[in-house]
């Protein structure tokens, strides 16, 4: 049996994960994996935070753990979706693109109060004039999704 048919025949999980770390190109496919676990983490943590804060919405930072998850790790995505407080905004996000009225109203003050932060900041109109029409429009795709 020569060396190519071994290693034809083999399967590709030879460590016991979803994704075998000894194949090539198995490091870069390890890393874009931790690097999406790190992003779910933070994104789940926030919100998590933005259920119990009033100015921090939990909707977009839960949709964000829940695509990180889905990719990285099904059994946190699972987790994710069984959570007591964010499942049921990732349930109603996945069966009918709804966000609750409330965290649309944060939302769309969270992106004025971004625009005055910047005017605040003194950032030049032009930069304003740009940002202007871009938090506008997130805010009217926000504020015309399903509650």
Request: aromatic share 8%; hydrophobic share 55%.
């Amino acid at each position: 049996m020569s060396h190519d048919s071994v290693e034809r025949d083999a399967p590709y999980d030879l460590c016991g994960f979803s994704e075998c770390h000894c194949r090539p190109g198995a490091r870069q496919a390890h890393s874009g994996r931790v690097m999406l676990l790190l992003l779910g983490w933070i994104a789940a943590a926030l919100a998590i935070l933005g259920v119990m804060l009033p100015l921090l919405p939990a909707t977009p930072f839960a949709l964000v753990a829940v695509w990180a998850f889905a990719r990285s790790s099904p059994r946190l995505e699972a987790w994710l979706r069984g959570h007591r407080w964010l499942g049921p905004l990732i349930a109603d996000w996945r069966a009918r693109r709804a966000i609750p009225r409330r965290a649309k109203q944060i939302a769309v003050a969270s992106l004025a109060c971004s625009w005055l932060t910047m005017a605040g900041l003194g950032l030049p109109v032009l930069v304003l004039a740009g940002v202007a029409p871009i938090l506008t429009g997130v805010g009217a795709w926000i504020v015309t999704r399903p509650q």
